[in-house]
């Protein structure tokens, strides 16, 4: 006797699963289901444009979206700041920058303020931690924190007068979706992306992320449903993520037939069963598992590369091997046809980039991890012919102070950073966008981050005015608009 339905017109899991017969194999039928039309019918807000897809031509079909979890000073690294050794020590009212601390300007601002003898509150302005130089053919000032990616800069656009509102490290979650965390939850983009996007491979997730993520910024999909929520990967041809193979040892010709019998089962009993979204990506989860059994172990397989290309992505050093082994296997997957891989680096409540003291040390360790794995990544794309359809994004959610922060470190800073991007129709060799001569605020080409989405999405062909969803209209903040400076 089937079980009796909810009032609310949903069904408890436990319930379908019981009349469905998924505890046969723990195996997802998402793909079946969708090729009669049942699963798709079930999920929350599918997108069908009216006009056709993609609304116009890609330049990309791929993001990798690499994300420094804790806040990068940008002056340490992609907009390197003179004038902060040449008056370091000095308040800023004691410097001609003295404007960057108005009030009205600075009360939104995390800075360190410091009393003097007689009570007046002064900020300390810290000097640059390392050298920099000019790179490539551009001339392009850098960190020599970054002679890797420096290396590159002739496929760079650096976005250097980017702004965000959120000073503490909810701007993760601010960076990714485009709206504050205290504003609710909203689709980050690579949620819209997915949800947008066909697939390039049946056999891989579309969406994946690579990293340790924060509970504010654990999920992707939210209103669009959780079947457009990132696919967690762990580096490891053994255990690559949760439940991707058989608790059971079942061989593959059993998994089949249970597999088969499930379907059946499902192809049965599925229309019968209301909208349940959770279920819905579930049921697809679970099937794309099956399918990824032996895809996600093949895309893992370090040993079919060679030793120079392990090299240049650091895993012959302890100090780039982890990173490195992530850049690596996200070529892989590019190269596999997986849509958008989202990378975050450094765990942690706030990230390891979030040095409110020794700067030094942390940052100088944490370029060391990652700047060679990044320029492996880019390089190998690049001479694979990968890189003109793979669009390379660098970001943290805020950049760091101009003042110093007790001794030796900088506090958070939403008024001005950097990012940069790569491939994927950029232009190469660009700087767009300027701080003042301090790195307090972008002053010219102002770019909040949801300008950085609506550029990618341009990129992949996709306007995301025509994907939104009836009943959830943006803010036309939350679209942004290309920064068509930087694009080829």
């Given at each position: 006797m089937p079980h009796p339905r909810p009032a609310s017109g949903s069904i408890h899991r436990r319930n379908f699963l019981a009349d469905a017969g998924m505890g046969f194999t723990g195996l997802a039928l998402g793909a079946l289901l969708a090729q009669d039309g049942i699963t798709r019918a079930n999920e929350i807000a599918p997108w069908q444009p009216p006009d056709g897809f993609p609304h116009f031509a890609p330049r990309a079909k791929s993001v990798v979206w690499l994300f420094m979890n804790g806040g990068v000073s940008h002056m340490e690294s992609f907009d390197p700041k003179p004038e902060l050794t040449k008056y370091a020590g000095k308040s800023i009212s004691e410097t001609p920058y003295a404007d960057a601390q108005n009030p009205e300007k600075l009360k939104l601002a995390r800075v360190t303020v410091i009393n003097d003898a007689n009570g007046q509150q002064r900020n300390k302005l810290y000097p640059l931690q390392v050298g920099y130089r000019k790179y490539g053919e551009a001339g392009i000032e850098l960190s020599d924190w970054v002679p890797h990616m420096g290396s590159c800069v002739d496929d760079l656009a650096i976005v250097r007068s980017m702004w965000t509102t959120d000073d503490n490290h909810g701007a993760q979650t601010q960076f990714h979706s485009g709206r504050h965390m205290l504003d609710g939850e909203f689709p980050t983009l690579g949620a819209w992306v997915h949800y947008g996007l066909g697939s390039l491979n049946d056999n891989l997730p579309q969406f994946l992320s690579m990293g340790s993520r924060e509970y504010w910024n654990a999920k992707d999909g939210h209103y669009l449903g959780p079947a457009h929520d990132a696919v967690p990967i762990r580096v490891d041809p053994k255990n690559p993520l949760d439940y991707g193979k058989s608790a059971r040892g079942l061989s593959s010709e059993e998994q089949r037939i249970g597999f088969d019998l499930v379907g059946n089962l499902n192809r049965l009993k599925g229309v019968e069963y209301p909208d349940d979204p959770a279920l819905a990506a579930r049921i697809k989860a679970y099937e794309l598992a099956f399918r990824m059994q032996t895809s996600v172990p093949d895309a893992l397989g370090f040993e079919q590369?060679?030793?120079?290309?392990?090299?240049?992505?650091?895993?012959?050093?302890?100090?780039?091997?982890?990173?490195?082994?992530?850049?690596?296997?996200?070529?892989?997957?590019?190269?596999?046809?997986?849509?958008?891989?989202?990378?975050?680096?450094?765990?942690?409540?706030?990230?390891?980039?979030?040095?409110?003291?020794?700067?030094?040390?942390?940052?100088?360790?944490?370029?060391?991890?990652?700047?060679?794995?990044?320029?492996?990544?880019?390089?190998?794309?690049?001479?694979?012919?990968?890189?003109?359809?793979?669009?390379?994004?660098?970001?943290?959610?805020?950049?760091?102070?101009?003042?110093?922060?007790?001794?030796?470190?900088?506090?958070?800073?939403?008024?001005?950073?950097?990012?940069?991007?790569?491939?994927?129709?950029?232009?190469?060799?660009?700087?767009?966008?300027?701080?003042?001569?301090?790195?307090?605020?972008?002053?010219?080409?102002?770019?909040?981050?949801?300008?950085?989405?609506?550029?990618?999405?341009?990129?992949?062909?996709?306007?995301?005015?025509?994907l939104e969803i009836p009943g959830r209209k943006r803010l036309d903040i939350d679209h942004g608009k290309p920064i068509h400076e930087i694009l080829a």
């Open positions: 590369e060679t030793q120079e290309t392990q090299a240049l992505y650091g895993l012959d050093d302890p100090a780039t091997k982890d990173f490195g082994m992530q850049m690596l296997a996200t070529r892989r997957f590019i190269e596999r046809g997986v849509r958008f891989i989202q990378v975050q680096h450094g765990a942690g409540g706030a990230g390891v980039w979030d040095a409110h003291g020794g700067l030094k040390a942390n940052h100088e360790k944490n370029f060391r991890a990652v700047d060679k794995p990044i320029a492996g990544l880019l390089k190998d794309l690049k001479q694979r012919g990968l890189l003109d359809s793979t669009l390379v994004l660098f970001a943290s959610e805020f950049g760091r102070t101009p003042g110093t922060q007790g001794s030796d470190g900088r506090d958070h800073h939403i008024f001005g950073f950097s990012v940069w991007m790569a491939g994927g129709g950029i232009k190469g060799g660009t700087v767009h966008g300027v701080t003042d001569e301090i790195g307090f605020h972008a002053v010219e080409n102002r770019h909040y981050v949801t300008d950085i989405h609506a550029t990618i999405l341009k990129q992949l062909g996709l306007d995301s005015r025509r």
